[in-house]
């Protein structure tokens, strides 16, 4: 099998839902780590001509878009299956990863998360206003999400989902913010679902610091 090459900034939610799979998959790769404003590179912008992350190379073929990148995976490395069979599981997965995408990235990951992780981090100033104005937002995401959730084990059944590894990152620094922190406190099913999600070996093996260590070649 080709090696996989993801592309991508270090702390990306995206780039670490593409890694999450290739764990899950259990198949090798290699991180290529890009610094902060580096996707909008001229090599970068050769794999990614919008600037965004992660871009995948495998087998001579360059992917971007991070659905795509994970349903593709999925296909090319069949077991374990991240999607489901059954129609209305298939259709929640579709509807948790839109939701992943359209609500609470924007509302939630680019505001509250960057603001109050990213931006310290890279010399930027925290944006209060945008936090404040997010928080509705972030309430009516994880009020949601945590209704689909509907008592089960993961997002879209009893198995995991690519749902699952793509709303996991995004959650799990939301997670780490105090405001974060205070609406997870009204929602314990999907605490717990996060719990579990966070307890897996994939996750563990993705962290900002497990995918540092693998960008420097010591893991």
């Known amino acids: 099998m080709s090696e996989f090459v993801v592309h991508g900034i270090p702390g990306s939610p995206y780039v670490r839902a593409v890694a999450l799979v290739l764990e899950e998959k259990r198949v090798p790769y290699r991180f290529a780590a890009m610094g902060f404003g580096a996707q909008r590179s001229p090599e970068h912008l050769a794999r990614h001509p919008f600037g965004r992350v992660p871009a995948l190379e495998y087998d001579g073929w360059t992917l971007y878009e991070t659905q795509a990148i994970l349903r593709y995976v999925d296909a090319v490395v069949p077991e374990p299956a991240l999607q489901p069979a059954e129609p209305r599981e298939a259709a929640r997965m579709n509807q948790l990863m839109g939701i992943t995408d359209w609500y609470f990235m924007p509302q939630v990951s680019r ?9 310290p981090l890279v010399g930027r100033a925290v944006d209060e206003s945008a936090i404040a104005a997010a928080l509705p937002g972030a309430r009516a995401c994880v009020a949601e999400i945590d209704r689909l959730l509907d008592g089960r084990t993961w997002l879209a059944g009893d198995r995991l989902t690519l ?17 974060g922190q205070d609406v997870l406190r009204g929602h314990p099913a999907l605490s717990g679902w996060l719990g579990r999600i966070e307890a897996r070996p994939s996750l563990q093996a993705t962290t900002w610091e497990a995918m540092h260590a693998k960008a420097n070649g010591a893991a």
Do not use: C, G, K, Y
């Open 163 to 179: 749902a699952d590894l793509l709303l996991a990152p995004h959650l799990s620094m939301f997670a780490q913010t105090a405001e």
């Open 111 to 119: 505001t509250i998360s960057f603001n109050r992780l990213v931006a």
